[in-house]
C-alpha cells in the first residue's frame, strides 16, 4: 500500500514531529516575531476512515459492549468547545463509496477483523476482562453515530460517493483546507499542505491542549534520498489496489538479487512469498531514483515486467494506471505556496524545522497531466470524483532527460508584514478559485473488480472461487436462467481467482545477516485476494428527484450511506460485527436483519406500487398480469460459513399487508398523511407494524 505510515515512523524519525494545533492557529513562532491574532481559523480536514477510535474518545472498554453515546457526546462537545476557543475549524469527510475496485482490499480486511471478533469474545469468555486496546473494532454503527452527534455539534461533515482517497484529496485542495488529519499511507505521497497523524490525535482531559504528529514527506524524501517528483511512480512500484503485490512480486525479488540473504524464500512450499516490506520500499527507492526517463513509462514498464510470464499487457495498463492515479494527487497546489522560513536542500525544501513550526507542503514543479480536477461549488462533493485519465499517463518530470529541475522561488523575498503572518495563512487563500462542474467519468477506466492474478507464479496453489452461499430467492423461470448464468457460465461476469500471498516477517540488519525472529505466515491460511462478482438483473427505474435528493444527502453526510449504494449500484457491504460464532442460538447479525433489509430495498424501489400499476394495466388492457422481474440487491459480508469474497443475492420484498407509496411521496411529501405513511412504512419495515 504505497508507503506506509509505520515504515516513516519507525526508519524516518526526523518527519515525525509533534504539534499543538492551538499554538499553529495561534500564529506562534512564526518567523521570530511577535505573535499575532490570524484573519482566518485553521482550517483542517479529518479522515474519518482513520480517525473513528479518537473521534469516540480513544480506546475506552466500552466499545467491546456496543459503545457509549453519552460518553461519545461529552468527548466531541469537549473537541468542539477546544476548536471554537482555539479558532480551529474542522470539517469530517465520511467514506461513503463502495469502491468495487478496492474489493479484495475490504474482503481481506473484513477476513482479519472476524479472526479479532473471535479473539475478542474469546477473552471476554475466558478472562471476564476487557479485552487490549490492540484488537479495537468499532461496532458497525460507530462511524454513523460519531456522524449524528457531530451535525449536533454544528462541525462540518460530508461523504464521498466513488472513490474515498481521491475525493478527500480533492476536497482538502479545492476547498481550501490548510491541513489534514489522516493514518492512510495513501495520502502520504500527496503534495497536500500538511499532514498530520489521526491516531496521534489527543484532547488534554482539561479540553484547552489538542495535540497530534504531523509527517514531513520531505524529510521523507530526504531519508530515502528520492525527488518527490518521482513519488507516482515509486507508489506505483510498492503495490496498491490497481496493481497488487502479487504482480509486482517477481519484481521486488528481482530487485533483491540471488545473493540477497532473503533469496532463499523467494519460493516456498510452491506458493508465491513476497519480500518484507521494509527491504522492498528501500529496494524499489533505489530502482527509482536510477530511473534514465521518467516520462517513458512504457520503457519503465518493459524493465519492471520482464520477468512476468504472462497478462504482461494487462500489468503495464495498470502500472499506467496507478502512477496515473497518484499524479492526479501530486499536481501542485492550485495556489502558490508561501517562500520557506528555513534553507533549503537539494530538493528545494526546508530542512532544521524546529517542534511546533508548522513547515510548508512539499513544492513540487507543474506537472504535465491530462485531465483536471472537478471543482465544487459551495463546497460539495462532486459525483465522481477522478480527476486523471489513465489511459494517458501524466509526464510527471520536466522534458530535460529525466533530471529534476527545482522551482525558481526566491526564500529571501519574504515581505515585513509576512513574517509575523501565520504560515498556514500565506499557505493557502480560504475560498481559492472554483472552475468546471461535476462530471462523470467512463466506467471503462475504473473496472467493478480486480482482475489481478500472480500469474508470475505458475506453481503456486492459487485460492478456490467462492460460490454463491446463503438463502437465495426464487425467481421463477427467468431468475433460474439468471442464475445458471451467474453461476459461472459467463467468464466475463467474474474475476480470475488469483493467487495467494504472504509477507516475510523477517528484518535484515544493514551488514546483512537474517534476524533470529523469523516468520513466515502460512499462506493457505490467508486471505487471498481474488472475488466472484455476479451479474444481476437491472435495477428498476429511480424518479430523477429522488435521486437527486439522495445524491444531496449522501454528500452532506445526513443519510446513511446504504441507501444511495442501494440505488445507484444495487448492492451494499456489511461490516463484521462483535458476535460469538461458537453459539448456536442466534444466527449471524448479516442474516439476522436480512428480512428487514429486504423490505427496506422494496420500499427504496417503489416495489408495491409499481406491481400494483402493472396489474392494474393488466386488467384494463384484459391481460394476464405480466412475469415479474425480482430486484435482487448484492450484499458482501462476512461471517461464518460465509466469505467475504463472493457477494449473496438478496430479493426485494414488498409489504403484503398494504401497499406504501413510492419513494419520492415518501420523501418529499409534505402533507400530515404523508408523515404518517412515513412512520408506517418504518414500522412494517421492522414488522412492528401490528403492535
Known amino acids: 500500500d504505497a508507503l506506509p505510515i509505520y515504515y516513516i515512523e519507525k526508519h524516518c524519525p526526523s518527519a515525525v514531529v509533534p504539534v499543538e494545533l492551538q499554538k499553529l492557529a495561534r500564529g506562534s513562532l512564526v518567523g521570530g516575531g511577535r505573535q499575532r491574532p490570524p484573519q482566518t481559523p485553521l482550517r483542517l480536514l479529518v479522515d474519518a476512515d482513520n480517525c473513528l477510535h479518537r473521534l469516540y474518545g480513544g480506546f475506552y472498554t466500552d466499545w467491546v459492549s456496543g459503545g457509549q453515546w453519552n460518553h461519545m457526546l461529552g468527548y466531541l462537545a469537549a473537541l468542539a468547545r477546544a476548536c471554537f476557543q482555539g479558532n480551529i475549524e474542522l470539517c469530517v469527510l465520511f467514506n461513503g463509496a463502495l469502491e468495487k475496485g478496492r474489493l479484495h482490499e475490504w474482503a481481506k480486511r473484513q477476513g482479519n477483523e472476524r479472526q479479532t471478533a473471535q479473539q475478542i469474545v474469546s477473552h471476554l469468555q475466558n478472562k471476564g476482562t476487557p479485552p487490549p486496546k490492540v484488537w479495537f473494532l468499532p461496532p458497525v454503527c460507530m462511524a454513523h453515530c460519531i456522524r449524528l452527534a457531530l451535525l449536533r455539534f454544528h462541525i462540518k461533515v460530508a461523504q464521498s460517493i466513488e472513490d474515498h482517497h481521491q475525493e478527500v484529496i480533492a476536497f482538502c485542495r479545492e476547498n481550501g483546507f490548510h491541513g489534514l488529519i489522516a493514518y492512510d499511507s495513501d495520502y502520504a505521497l500527496c503534495n497536500i499542505p500538511y499532514y498530520f497523524s489521526a491516531h496521534a490525535l489527543k484532547l488534554s482531559r482539561n479540553g484547552k491542549s489538542l495535540t497530534t504528529s504531523q509527517y514531513l514527506m520531505h524529510e521523507v524524501a530526504k531519508q530515502l534520498d528520492l525527488n518527490p517528483n518521482r513519488f507516482p511512480i515509486f507508489a506505483a512500484l510498492l503495490g496498491n489496489h490497481i496493481l497488487p503485490?502479487?504482480?509486482?512480486?517477481?519484481?521486488?525479488?528481482?530487485?533483491?538479487?540471488?545473493?540477497?540473504?532473503l533469496a532463499s524464500l523467494k519460493v516456498r512450499a510452491h506458493q508465491l512469498v513476497l519480500p518484507p516490506c521494509d527491504v522492498v520500499i528501500k529496494a524499489v527507492a533505489d530502482?527509482?531514483?536510477?530511473?534514465?526517463?521518467?516520462?517513458?513509462?512504457?520503457?519503465?514498464?518493459?524493465?519492471?515486467?520482464?520477468?512476468?510470464?504472462?497478462?504482461?499487457?494487462?500489468?503495464?495498463?495498470?502500472?499506467?494506471r496507478a502512477v496515473g492515479y497518484y499524479s492526479s494527487s501530486n499536481k501542485p497546489l492550485p495556489y502558490q505556496p508561501p517562500p520557506y522560513l528555513a534553507r533549503t536542500n537539494q530538493f528545494g525544501v526546508p530542512v532544521g524545522v524546529p517542534h511546533f513550526v508548522p513547515p510548508q507542503?512539499?513544492?513540487?514543479?507543474?506537472?504535465?497531466?491530462h485531465g483536471k480536477i472537478v471543482a465544487h461549488h459551495g463546497g460539495a462533493l462532486g459525483h465522481s470524483l477522478y480527476p486523471y485519465n489513465p489511459s494517458e499517463p501524466a509526464n510527471l518530470m520536466d522534458a530535460t532527460g529525466?533530471?529534476?529541475?527545482?522551482?525558481?522561488?526566491?526564500?529571501?523575498?519574504?515581505?515585513?508584514?509576512?513574517?509575523?503572518t501565520p504560515l498556514y495563512e500565506r499557505a493557502s487563500p480560504i475560498n481559492p478559485a472554483q472552475s468546471g462542474s461535476p462530471n462523470?467519468?467512463?466506467?471503462?477506466?475504473?473496472?467493478?473488480?480486480?482482475?489481478?492474478?500472480?500469474?508470475?507464479?505458475?506453481d503456486g496453489n492459487g485460492g478456490a472461487p467462492n460460490h454463491v452461499s446463503g438463502n437465495k430467492p426464487s425467481w421463477g423461470k427467468k431468475g433460474k436462467q439468471l442464475k445458471n448464468q451467474s453461476s459461472?457460465?459467463?467468464?466475463?461476469?467474474?474475476?480470475?481467482?488469483?493467487?495467494?500471498?504472504?509477507?516475510v516477517n523477517k528484518t535484515v540488519d544493514p551488514k546483512g545477516n537474517k534476524s533470529s525472529n523469523v516468520q513466515i505466515p502460512c499462506l493457505l491460511s490467508m486471505p487471498t485476494r481474488n472475488h466472484m462478482d455476479i451479474t444481476t438483473p437491472p435495477l428498476p427505474p429511480v424518479a430523477p428527484e429522488v435521486l437527486r435528493v439522495a445524491e444531496h444527502r449522501h454528500k452532506k453526510g445526513l443519510m446513511y450511506p446504504y441507501i444511495y449504494?442501494?440505488?445507484?449500484?444495487?448492492?451494499?457491504?456489511?461490516?463484521?460485527?462483535?458476535?460469538?460464532e461458537i453459539n448456536k442460538d442466534l444466527p449471524p447479525a448479516a442474516l439476522l436483519y436480512r428480512p428487514v433489509r429486504q423490505y427496506v430495498y422494496g420500499v427504496l424501489f417503489s416495489l408495491a406500487e409499481n406491481r400494483k400499476k402493472t396489474e392494474r394495466l393488466a386488467f384494463r388492457k384484459n391481460r394476464l398480469p405480466p412475469e415479474y422481474y425480482p430486484v435482487i440487491i448484492k450484499e458482501w459480508a462476512a461471517y461464518k460459513g460465509k466469505s467475504p469474497q463472493t457477494p449473496e443475492l438478496v430479493e426485494a420484498l414488498a409489504f403484503r399487508e398494504w401497499t406504501c407509496p413510492n419513494l419520492k411521496k415518501l420523501w418529499l411529501g409534505k402533507a400530515v398523511e404523508d408523515k404518517n405513511r412515513r412512520m408506517r412504512a418504518f414500522l412494517a419495515c421492522m414488522r412492528s407494524e401490528e403492535h
Open 361 to 369: 507542503m512539499l513544492n513540487i514543479p507543474q506537472t504535465s497531466i
Open 565 to 580: 449504494h442501494v440505488l445507484t449500484k444495487g448492492e451494499i457491504k456489511i461490516q463484521v460485527a462483535i458476535e460469538d
Open 440 to 458: 462523470h467519468v467512463d466506467s471503462t477506466y475504473f473496472p467493478t473488480s480486480s482482475t489481478s492474478s500472480s500469474s508470475d507464479n505458475d
Open 402 to 420: 529525466g533530471k529534476y529541475v527545482p522551482d525558481q522561488n526566491n526564500y529571501s523575498n519574504i515581505p515585513n508584514e509576512g513574517k509575523h
Open 488 to 503: 459461472g457460465k459467463k467468464a466475463g461476469d467474474q474475476t480470475k481467482t488469483e493467487g495467494s500471498s504472504a509477507s
Open 287 to 320: 530502482y527509482v531514483r536510477n530511473i534514465q526517463d521518467t516520462t517513458d513509462l512504457n520503457a519503465i514498464a518493459k524493465d519492471v515486467f520482464h520477468h512476468s510470464q504472462s497478462r504482461t499487457d494487462d500489468k503495464v495498463t495498470r502500472f499506467k
Open 245 to 261: 503485490d502479487e504482480d509486482l512480486a517477481a519484481f521486488h525479488w528481482s530487485l533483491l538479487g540471488p545473493e540477497h540473504p
